[in-house]
């Protein structure tokens, strides 16, 4: 059994085990997204995004006589299969999803370009700061510590403003993020 991203249980059945024997030399990892009753969406790794395997896919589903319609997004990696919902139909799209080489993994999507530009600037960063304090200080205190002294300027210098909201969520985010990026664990605190 395997679960979607819902996290509801999809059954894979007993075809999947034999149907492995026909499977083709490259294997295509995707991710079932949702399962509801006559109706699958897969999600293809980023890796086997190319339209002309995306199209081989839909063309052997399509084939198939329980599957009434196919859709493809090849820019997302999405393939859409409805089918008749009877008995035995989710078992032969999954029969014939696995003879066309698709094994079902937990397929992650990788970092964007610029996520990795701004993780690689952010850890650079913090080791300069490390290095400039000796160690003793790094980002995951001076952030929060940031944001508390946002939040006390903004307490003194405008008073409570309970209509507009900055000083305490400010200090609200000062705590949160400390707390996170310090991984106090809930099963360590509990237990002192």
Same mark, same amino acid.
């Given at each position: 059994?395997?679960? /979607?991203?819902? %996290?509801?249980?999809?059954?894979?059945?007993?075809?999947?085990?034999?149907? $492995?024997?026909? =499977?083709?030399?490259? #294997?295509?990892?995707?991710?079932?997204?949702?399962?509801?009753?006559?109706?699958?969406?897969?999600?293809?790794?980023?890796?086997?995004?190319?339209?002309?395997?995306?199209?081989?896919?839909?063309?052997?589903?399509?084939?198939?006589?329980?599957?009434?319609?196919?859709?493809?997004?090849?820019?997302?990696?999405?393939?859409?299969?409805?089918?008749?919902?009877?008995?035995?139909?989710?078992? /032969?799209?999954? %029969?014939?999803?696995?003879?066309?080489?698709?094994?079902?993994?937990?397929? $992650?999507?990788? =970092?964007?370009?610029? #996520?990795?530009?701004?993780?690689?600037?952010?850890?650079?960063?913090?080791?300069?700061?490390?290095?400039?304090?000796?160690?003793?200080?790094?980002?995951?205190?001076?952030?929060?510590?940031?944001?508390?002294?946002?939040?006390?300027?903004?307490?003194?210098?405008?008073?409570?403003?309970?209509?507009?909201?900055?000083?305490?969520?400010?200090?609200?985010?000062?705590?949160?993020?400390?707390?996170?990026?310090? %991984?106090?664990?809930?099963?360590?605190?509990?237990?002192?």
């Amino acid at each position: 059994m395997m679960t /979607n991203s819902h %996290g509801n249980v999809t059954k894979m059945p007993k075809v999947m085990e034999q149907a $492995t024997l026909n =499977k083709p030399s490259q #294997a295509i990892l995707t991710k079932i997204v949702s399962d509801t009753p006559g109706r699958l969406r897969l999600r293809v790794a980023r890796c086997h995004r190319q339209p002309e395997q995306m199209q081989r896919i839909a063309r052997a589903l399509e084939a198939q006589p329980n599957i009434s319609q196919v859709r493809t997004n090849i820019s997302h990696g999405s393939i859409v299969i409805n089918h008749d919902g009877k008995d035995r139909s989710l078992e /032969n799209v999954v %029969g014939t999803l696995v003879d066309l080489g698709i094994i079902f993994a937990d397929v $992650t999507e990788d =970092k964007s370009d610029a #996520a990795v530009d701004v993780s690689g600037a952010v850890v650079d960063l913090n080791k300069r700061v490390e290095q400039a304090t000796n160690g003793a200080v790094d980002l995951r205190f001076l952030f929060p510590l940031g944001l508390s002294f946002l939040a006390i300027r903004q307490l003194v210098a405008k008073g409570l403003q309970f209509e507009t909201i900055p000083w305490y969520v400010l200090a609200w985010y000062a705590f949160d993020s400390f707390i996170k990026l310090h %991984g106090v664990n809930q099963s360590n605190s509990t237990k002192e």
